[in-house]
């Protein structure tokens, strides 16, 4: 192994992370460790004591937010706006409803309903309010930080690393995973299948999800 890769694991996200960085310091690897684990318990659905639990569960009453999930949220408001509604993290209750309503490694439930709920519009469901940096979401709505949260904390990992560090980060359980690389540009999320990603597409920090469906086919997650 070169004497300038550094690479470490650990549990958090639901499954075992692996974070692969050259030119980068043991104790920068262990911060990034820190930043991660923090996040996953902050921003999990799956916790009753979760930051963002506390907020599916205020039926309608605003709370002061850490600036990890009002950034998080502020970056899902972002894009929706700009994907024209497609990425849209308000998707939490149709997700409880098809059966995922617990750690994918537990395996899914039995759907709720045959007719999924209608997802609102992020917009008209979300309330931030930066100058006291208090969040609250409209009674009954519910949000999923999913692949919003992993793109930021890809970027918020290259920062901690270095401009100029090449940082590979994974999760991966029941064929999911989800990868991120240091380069120069802004971050950016996308889907790719495991070839990688298109010729060109350098960036910062980039999100890669995919689950291996039965018949084998590749579907962006």
Known sequence: MSPNLQVRHFSALGSTCELI????????????EALVLDADARLTR???????????AANGRPMPASPLLYGM???GLYAYEASGGLVNIAVLPALCAAGYDRP????????????PPVTPALP?????DPGSRTVALAPGAAVDLGGIAKGALA??????????????????TAGTS????????????????????PAGAGARACITCWTRAPDSRCIPT
């Open 21 to 32: 960085a050259v030119g980068a310091s043991p104790a920068a690897l262990e911060r990034c």
């Open 46 to 56: 799956f916790g009753r004591d979760s930051e963002l639990s506390q907020l599916n």
């Open 73 to 75: 949220l502020e970056a």
């Open 104 to 115: 994918f490694r537990l395996g899914l439930s039995e759907p709720s309903s045959l007719t």
């Open 124 to 128: 008209e469901v979300l309330w931030l």
């Open 155 to 172: 970027d918020l990992l290259i920062a901690e690393l270095g401009q100029d560090a090449v940082c590979k980060a994974r999760a991966a």
């Open 178 to 197: 989800a990868s991120a690389m240091g380069r120069s540009w802004p971050w950016r999320t996308g889907a790719w299948p495991p070839a990688g990603p």
